[in-house]
């Protein structure tokens, strides 16, 4: 499970070629939002070369454009046969996961962005390919004439309901990103919030987020070192339930130790 | 009709064709000492993939890998009718 997705605008060849040298967890090709109309064409002749070339550590998705655009088909057919592990969708609703999953057998992270998505997203997000969901807050507040505001109280709700329906499909929910590149003290209360709500992971619209989105999403030392002590009592033991600290430990708390401690290897920090 | 994909940016390149009716191959290029054999043979290995013999390619370099010069030349042709 990724904690970081860093979006590079696929028709800039500066930061396509540095994709790895930025340490996100993954890193989306983006050929929507970022690229202009008249170099769409562009933009997906250099993701499929890159693509065609590229034999990286980093998870690679492609963000193609939405199922009404027109570009749509053009996009899933650029890089179909290449090896991406997904494509984002943008404007997800259960209609166009299914047109995207006719078309292509490649995992889909749907970006849910409307209203509807986000009533809909229990059926977007069941659909057997779908590996998870991001939240696109920025044009969710668009369609619904609310303000965007810092400390995020008008997506609170978005980002509790989508991230019950993710893990309760046992599916990533991937946090919108934080816009304002600069405020990293932001980022940091944002990324928190979006977390302790069950977020899994955080896009990302600049390469210096990264680190923090890494760290915040991450097990941090102290959880590490608490997971690493209650493996070691379960072990000592051998019971189902047992105190530790004047807690009572079960086998739930034991599950969750044993994935933390995952998690740790998985990002060298054990 | 000339035709142009790319751009002067750093780690891209400007493509350019013009009309001719055989295939010449024009490199500028910021690295041409050290690559500039290495684009000639990524633009004519490009050509000849896809059988284009009558055009005049001009690419202006700023330190594009491989794969960019490609994707450059690749939607140039597509742009300008010599290829689908």
């Known amino acids: 499970m990724s904690r970081s997705y860093l979006f590079i605008p696929g028709n800039t060849p500066s930061m396509i070629q540095s994709h790895d040298v930025y340490d996100s967890d993954a890193v989306i090709l983006d050929l929507e939002d970022s690229v202009a109309v008249y170099d769409k064409d562009a933009a997906r002749e250099l993701v499929r070369s890159f693509l065609a070339a590229h034999r990286g550590n980093v998870e690679v998705f492609v963000r193609i454009n939405d199922v009404d655009s027109g570009h749509f088909h053009r996009d899933v057919s650029a890089v179909d046969d290449l090896a991406i592990n997904g494509y984002v969708l943008p404007k997800a609703n259960p209609q166009a996961i299914d047109a995207l999953a006719k078309a292509c057998n490649h995992p889909i992270l749907p970006i849910i962005e409307d209203p509807q998505a986000v009533l809909d997203a229990y059926a977007i997000v069941r659909h057997p390919q779908v590996k998870g969901a991001i939240l696109g807050a920025e044009d969710l507040t668009k369609e619904m004439m609310i303000e965007r505001t810092s400390d995020g109280i008008e997506i609170h709700h978005v980002r509790s309901h989508l991230a019950l329906v993710c893990h309760a499909l046992q599916k990533p929910f991937i946090d919108t990103p934080w816009t304002v590149v600069d405020d990293l003290d932001g980022l940091a209360k944002d990324a928190s919030l979006a977390r302790s709500l069950g977020a899994t992971g955080k896009a990302a619209i600049h390469p210096n987020h990264v680190a923090l989105i890494n760290d915040l999403f991450g097990p941090s030392e102290s959880a590490i070192r608490d997971a690493e002590r209650i493996l070691a009592k379960a072990s000592e033991t051998g019971k189902g339930a047992f105190r530790l600290d004047g807690k009572m430990i079960d086998e739930p708390i034991v599950e969750k130790a044993r994935r933390l401690i995952a998690a740790a290897a998985r990002y060298n920090k054990r | ?84």
């Open chain 2, 1 to 84: 009709m000339n035709v142009t994909a790319g751009t002067y940016e750093s780690s891209d390149c400007l493509i350019r064709l013009s009309p001719s009716t055989t295939r010449k191959v024009i490199v500028e290029s910021i690295v041409f000492d050290q690559f500039g054999d290495a684009i000639q043979r990524v633009l004519n290995d490009t050509l000849d993939q896809y059988g284009v013999s009558a055009v005049q390619v001009e690419c202006f370099d700023k330190g594009a890998l491989d794969y960019t010069v490609r994707a450059r030349l690749i939607t140039a042709l597509k742009r300008g009718g010599y290829i689908e």
